[in-house]
């Protein structure tokens, strides 16, 4: 049997046009909300056909990086392909799905961050936890973005860009989760305490508690989804 060779392949131009699109999209020229150029525009700046165009901004509707509106044009929906297919799927999921993958991503990390963190990354976790528990007095929207925003400092920390890329792409289904349960004030005490016994953890470099901690404080916040979520039931 004759030695099987490789498979040439030649992008197409609606291939090559999508992928000026995404690069055009990454680099923020066509900015998350914004509507892109006519198809009329686009036919002159990438001088190909219209049915190219179209071709190529299918591909880009079916991946979530845009969405097509019929009568108003087509707007960026995304900023990457993984965003995209994260949000779809992240918005027709249970909230415990979501958290059980935030207990994943949060519990893994928090050990990372404890092998990396240097002293001024201690003093900055710090800063980002003095200003949660100010925000508590401002509302309980600030006060679950500053929540989100120290724990995607803790998962930066582990030096692993693709897990604090899913973790931003899941920032809105986690919002959605968490801001209702921030108006629990009996959970404020317990909250505090385990934010510093991680901050505490990660400053010893102890791997094996930061984790612990990570993971009592996602509990923490199962627990409270789940009892909020039986009384509204109810």
Known sequence: MSELS?????????????????????SGQWPVGGRI????????HFDVSRNTVREAVRALVHTGLLEARVGDGTYVMSSSELRGALMRRSATSPAEDVLALRFLLEEYAAGEAARYAMPEDVRRLE??????SRSRAISVEEYAERDLEFHREVIALGRNSLLV???DHLEAALMDVV??????ESSDA??????????????????VQARHASSLLVALTRRLHKNHTSKEEH
Request: cysteine-free; overall charge negative; aromatic content about 2%.
């Open 179 to 184: 801001t209702p349960l921030m108006i629990i």
């Open 127 to 132: 800063e980002l936890l003095d200003a949660v």
């Open 190 to 207: 317990e909250h505090e305490r385990l934010h510093r016994e991680l901050v505490g953890a990660i400053a010893a470099r102890d791997e």
């Open 6 to 26: 490789p498979l040439e392949r030649r992008s197409t131009l609606s291939e090559r046009a999508a992928d000026r699109m995404r690069a055009l999209i990454a």
């Open 165 to 167: 890329e899913i973790y």
């Open 37 to 44: 150029p006519s198809e009329h525009e686009l036919v002159d």
